[in-house]
């Protein structure tokens, strides 16, 4: 049982460090709200499909987002329509690539749309997150070895 465990958190430790990048991902307002705590995922092709289907709502041309990518950037856009007290959109996650798609032209809108977007950090970060995957891989099987052994 406890190996099957450690071997699991293993795997997802692998998993998580590999690609490395992580952003929040909510959609839809109630998800997104601030009281929320928002997961963070690792970006992949799949997120970034369902981050930027979203963002279609108001972004005319989104095709280099979507493209396939090492690098990812964490995007987080929401609207409030005139006359509106609250947001009506909200998403958080992932696009493809390095570039902002806050800077691409919008749908015409009444409202006030914000977008902020970065690159993930993950490249500059990878050294000291590959080391201490490891540490916590090498933990976790020692963990794994004394529980089978006993
Ligand atoms: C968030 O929590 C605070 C304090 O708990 C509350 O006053 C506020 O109305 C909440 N906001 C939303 C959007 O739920
Ligand atoms: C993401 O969308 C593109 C274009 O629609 C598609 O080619 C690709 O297979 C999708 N990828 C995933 C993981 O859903
Ligand atoms: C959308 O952008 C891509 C890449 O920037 C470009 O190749 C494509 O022609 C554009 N599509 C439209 C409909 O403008
Ligand atoms: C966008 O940001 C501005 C300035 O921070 C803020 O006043 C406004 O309420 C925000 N709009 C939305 C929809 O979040
Ligand atoms: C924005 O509001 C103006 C004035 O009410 C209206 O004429 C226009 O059609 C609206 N535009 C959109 C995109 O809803």
């Given amino acids: 049982m406890f190996r099957l465990l450690a071997f699991i958190g293993a795997l997802s430790v692998c998993f998580a460090y590999a690609t490395g990048a992580n952003c929040p991902l909510c959609i839809g307002v109630v998800a997104c709200s601030t009281n929320q705590t928002i997961p963070k995922v690792t970006c992949t092709p799949a997120v970034v499909n369902q981050t930027v289907l979203q963002l279609n709502t108001f972004y005319r041309n989104t095709t280099e ?42 749908i015409d809108f009444n409202g006030s749309l914000n977008c902020s977007s970065q690159t993930s950090s993950s490249s500059t970060n990878n050294y000291s997150q590959r080391s201490s995957a490891s540490v916590l891989l090498s933990v976790l099987f020692i963990i794994g070895a004394i529980v089978t052994a006993s």
Avoid: H
């Fill in 65 to 106: 987002f979507t493209a396939s990518s090492k690098v990812y950037s964490c995007v987080k856009v929401n609207f409030r329509s005139t006359g509106s007290q609250v947001d009506t959109f909200a998403v958080q996650g992932c696009t493809a690539g390095s570039k902002s798609i806050c800077r691409q032209p919008t």
